[in-house]
């Protein structure tokens, strides 16, 4: 049974789901729903629980195993995410947005660079309304490497505050990254261990957030930032969270943890 059809965009805002598995099925799940048109263009909005995120490309390395262990041991569960980048840590003081739409036809934007500037756009219009200035712009030596990193302060002593990153399918294209919005500190520890582990370079001072940048709310007025940015952009229409969707989301979460 389809979960809806209708025009437009979406916007969904789940809450804090249960647990990092469940909520990597989640995104999976509206990720598959709009590729198979059973749901229109969404914008996912979510509250983060604690892990570490990594790619399928850190999986291979050799110091992964260690890695895992470190993270583990510091109560961060690992999962293997299908975006691309490196390495990321999120806690009760983060959340995720994501942008998904099919690929192909009238809803197709545009190619990859696009999408990253669109996420990028979507962000930086939200910290606007909370008072935030930031720019797109890798940091040195900082988690999740990229160009689109979206930053404040220059390359040498600047500080992260989102990565974008993206997930590409024949039928079906996302774009979106995590938000810091306090808890750094804590992060910054984990991640330490995990990039050391894998031999990567890594700069605790380039984790960053919104409070260190001068934000002084809290997550949840961060998230309404979003949410109001892709109302206005998007004309994104609120939608609740099915129990279908959250049913599958339990059900695909745990083929996202990292196998040793």
């Known amino acids: 049974m389809a ?8 916007l969904l805002m789940p809450g804090r789901l249960p647990d990092a598995a469940t909520a990597y099925g989640y ?3 509206v990720f598959e729903q709009v590729a198979s ?10 509250p983060s629980v604690r892990h570490v995120g990594v790619t399928r490309r850190d999986t291979r390395r050799e ?11 510091m109560g961060y569960p690992v999962l293997v995410r299908g975006a691309g980048g490196g390495a990321i840590a999120a806690g009760p003081g983060t959340f995720g947005f994501s942008i998904v739409r099919p690929r192909g036809g009238e809803s197709a934007r545009g190619g990859f660079r696009e999408r990253y500037e669109e996420a990028a756009a979507l962000a ?62 804590e992060l910054a520890r984990v991640l330490e261990r995990v990039y050391a582990a894998m031999g990567l370079p890594f700069r605790p001072g380039s984790v960053g957030s919104l409070r ?3 934000y002084g ?5 961060a998230l309404e930032a979003f949410a109001a940015e892709a109302e206005a952009r998007y004309g994104a229409r609120r939608v609740p969270l099915d129990g279908r969707t959250l049913g599958l989301a339990r059900r695909a979460g ?3 943890r990292a196998a040793l």
């Open 63 to 73: 110091g992964f195993a260690a890695a895992v262990r470190e993270a583990e041991g």
């Open 3 to 10: 979960v809806r059809r209708s025009s437009g965009v979406e």
């Open 212 to 214: 260190r940048a001068g």
């Open 254 to 256: 745990p083929e996202h």
């Open 37 to 46: 048109g059973e749901r229109p263009p969404t914008i996912s909005l979510a």
């Open 217 to 221: 709310g809290g997550l949840e007025e």
């Open 124 to 185: 930086l219009g939200a910290f606007r309304r909370l008072g935030v200035r930031a720019e797109v712009g890798e940091v040195r030596d900082e988690f999740c490497p990229g160009d689109h990193s979206i930053r404040v302060g220059g390359w040498e002593e600047g500080m992260k505050l989102c990565g974008i990153a993206q997930r590409v399918t024949r039928r079906a294209a996302s774009v979106g990254g995590i938000v810091l919005v306090c808890g750094e500190e």
């Open 27 to 29: 995104a999976r799940t």
